[in-house]
């Protein structure tokens, strides 16, 4: 699709391999080649080279793939719980539009008489953390009703209780 050579393609492996690895790569046209590996020797010159080569051994090894659709899966289960969570125990608090990917659901509160940054507060104090909609938008007013929860880092266990905890907290 790049007719005029000028796309770079720029990736990182820190989902997929390890968070905070700091490799990637770039895909460029041939016309940068030179100006851009200058640019790297110039700029960074201590990239671990273990990293590297570990990297290295977890794609030709093929791990990076059992890895991706191992994840995939796992996702997928918690993504569907929280979606059925949502759906069975807290429809009638809040609303959202179906992702169908990624890692978060963004939710809107429904009745008015608390805001993101209030629950936020509330659900901090039972070690249960959301992300209030006012740091998610441009004008951060546009987000008092809004917030944002993630199913990644948690097992399904927790998933439950922290609906539950924001049913409560919602009533």
């Known amino acids: 699709l790049d007719k005029y050579e000028r796309v770079i393609y720029i990736k990182s492996f820190s989902k997929v391999?390890?968070?905070g690895i700091r490799l990637g790569y770039m895909i460029t046209p041939s016309s940068f080649n030179?100006?851009?590996?200058?640019?790297k020797?110039?700029?960074?010159i201590a990239t671990s080279s273990l990293?590297?080569?570990a990297l290295e051994v977890y794609i030709s090894e093929g791990l990076w793939r059992k890895n991706i659709n191992y994840q995939?899966?796992?996702y997928k289960e918690k993504y569907l719980l929280m979606k059925e969570l949502i759906n069975k125990e807290i429809s009638d608090k809040v609303s959202?539009?179906?992702?169908?990917?990624?890692l978060y659901f963004y939710l809107e509160i429904k009745n008015k008489n608390i805001n993101s940054q209030e629950l936020f507060y509330k659900l901090k104090k039972k070690k249960l953390f959301i992300t209030p909609g006012t740091i998610l938008f441009k004008d951060s007013s546009n987000g008092?009703?809004?917030f944002r929860i993630s199913f990644s880092q948690v097992s399904k266990k927790k998933i439950v209780e922290g609906i539950n905890l924001i049913k409560e907290e919602l009533i």
Do not use: A, H, V, W
Not at 34 to 39: C, L, V, Y
Not at 41 to 44: H, L, Q
């Open 17 to 19: 391999f390890l968070p």
């Open 34 to 39: 030179e100006t851009i590996q200058s640019s």
């Open 41 to 44: 020797i110039n700029t960074d």
């Open 51 to 53: 990293m590297q080569r």
């Open 72 to 74: 995939q899966r796992l």
């Open 96 to 102: 959202y539009i179906d992702p169908k990917g990624g």
């Open 144 to 146: 008092n009703y809004f």
